[in-house]
């Protein structure tokens, strides 16, 4: 298939799943996608059980496996969605947060690695499997990350405390670019312990890990200061949407050459544009369209995205043998995300107040997406890459539409008519 016929098939299936959705089941519109998506998926699979000549799951799968899904995702889609995200930000609440969205955003992510390698390595050997310690940690870091097009997507239609929800989304943000600087730290780390790999130690780790960091941080705020002073200069709508676009494209490209990290450099130039250009680069008429340009963005590539998500069940189910493992693991997922949170929290709570129920709005909020099932998707060959895409997609998939679809209903019984002042810190309980 050409770039312009598989662009076509995304486009066309997501908004035919989306119409289906929204006209007959109603649901919020990336789960409805993904329900409808896995529902095919699923349907595609019994049917060439039954009537193996059809053949339906191989050509849809050979289709899928062209597509690229981590290219497609880690180094196209992924930059707009970030920079879409952060630009709604407002940088005053995210600084009014700023330890506690630091500290689960890092140490929240190590945390969560830990404890699912630890879980996953001690399942692993309960149910007769081998997943070495190494590969463990390479899952925890790819799934301990909450994934900000999830977790945005549900903030917009549920309503929770102002200081809640800077938390919740300046994290997504912010620990997805950490949790790919880790996950790229400790793969390389497990690859090295290959035959033929050379040991990578700790202190090469240690450099790895502030080069991806800190150099995305600097990437993202040079290009966007670039960015801000050219559009300080000029009032033409028009150009300035391209200018932005422009920067979203061209600071994750070059991130992602200089060997940095393109996550956290188009959420660094997205909060400084969404902030600093929106109140003195920006007339009115362009910060609408601006805001527009990127709102459409954001629902159209949200599309695409759940979609892939819901077929690419097509390419995990060659490993349900690994299934049993999978469903063990999504529990576990759930205690390391609240290990995760309660440790930051905790600590913060001494001379801070939090909003009732944060640590459990905070664990159950925290979904994870796409980029978890790229990143699987990226490992090298073999069977341990067939059992960890098989347990990420599992608790993805259980993430987006359990999770999802409940997240209101706790809210409202956790939260209900609280009249606490939006300004004020969240009080653990």
């Known amino acids: 298939m050409s770039l312009l016929e598989i662009a076509a098939t995304l486009f066309c299936l997501a908004a035919l799943l989306g119409y289906l959705n929204h006209r007959y089941l109603r649901l919020p519109h990336s789960i409805g996608i993904v329900v409808i998506a896995l529902a095919a998926s699923l349907l595609l699979i019994v049917s060439d059980l039954l009537i193996p000549s059809l053949g339906f799951e191989d050509r849809v799968r050979q289709a899928l496996e062209a597509i690229d899904f981590p290219d497609v995702l880690l180094n196209g889609i992924l930059s707009a969605l970030l920079f879409a995200g952060a630009v709604h930000i407002d940088l005053a609440q995210l600084a009014n947060r700023k330890w506690s969205i630091g500290l689960m955003s890092s140490i929240g992510v190590l945390i969560s690695t830990f404890v699912v390698a630890g879980g996953a390595w001690v399942a692993a050997r309960w149910l007769g499997g081998d997943l070495p310690f190494a590969w463990a940690l390479v899952l925890g870091a790819l799934i301990s990350p909450t994934d900000p097009v999830a977790v945005l997507g549900i903030l917009k239609r549920v309503h929770i405390p102002q200081a809640l929800e800077a938390k919740i989304a300046g994290e997504s943000l912010f620990n997805d670019g950490f949790g790919v600087v880790v996950f790229t730290v400790v793969l390389a780390v497990a690859a090295s312990g290959g035959e033929g790999g050379e040991a990578i130690g700790v202190g090469d780790a240690a450099r790895l890990f502030v080069v991806e960091a800190v150099g995305g941080a600097v990437m993202g705020l040079a290009a966007g200061y670039v960015a801000f002073a050219a559009m300080r200069r000029i009032d033409e709508h028009n150009l300035e949407v391209l200018i932005t676009l422009a920067l979203v494209t061209g600071a994750y490209a070059l991130a992602l050459r200089l060997h940095v990290s393109g996550p956290i450099a188009v959420v660094v130039a997205g909060l400084l544009i969404g902030n600093h250009g929106v109140r003195f680069a920006m007339s009115d008429r362009t910060?609408?369209?601006?805001?527009?340009?990127?709102?459409?963005?954001?629902?159209?590539?949200?599309?695409?995205?759940?979609?892939?998500?819901?077929?690419?069940?097509?390419?995990?189910?060659?490993?349900?043998?690994?299934?049993?493992?999978?469903?063990?693991?999504?529990?576990?997922?759930?205690?390391?995300?609240?290990?995760?949170?309660?440790?930051?929290?905790?600590?913060?709570?001494?001379?801070?107040?939090?909003?009732?129920?944060?640590?459990?709005?905070?664990?159950w909020g925290g979904l994870r997406g796409g980029i978890s099932v790229a990143l699987a998707l990226s490992l090298p060959p073999g069977d341990t890459k067939s059992l960890i895409l098989t347990i990420t997609y599992a608790v993805v998939v259980f993430s987006i539409i359990v999770q999802g679809l409940t997240m209101e209903a706790l809210v409202a019984r956790i939260i209900g008519g609280d009249t606490e002042p939006e300004d004020a810190e969240e009080r653990v309980v």
């Not at 998500?309 to 609240?338: H, K, Q, S, W, Y």
């Not at 129920?357 to 905070?362: C, D, E, P, S, T």
């Open 287 to 363: 910060r609408e369209h601006v805001f527009q340009f990127w709102g459409l963005i954001d629902e159209t590539l949200n599309s695409v995205l759940f979609l892939l998500i819901g077929l690419e069940v097509l390419v995990v189910a060659a490993t349900v043998d690994n299934l049993p493992l999978a469903l063990v693991m999504i529990p576990i997922v759930l205690i390391a995300r609240f290990v995760a949170v309660w440790v930051p929290i905790s600590l913060l709570s001494i001379r801070r107040r939090f909003t009732r129920g944060a640590i459990r709005l905070l664990t």
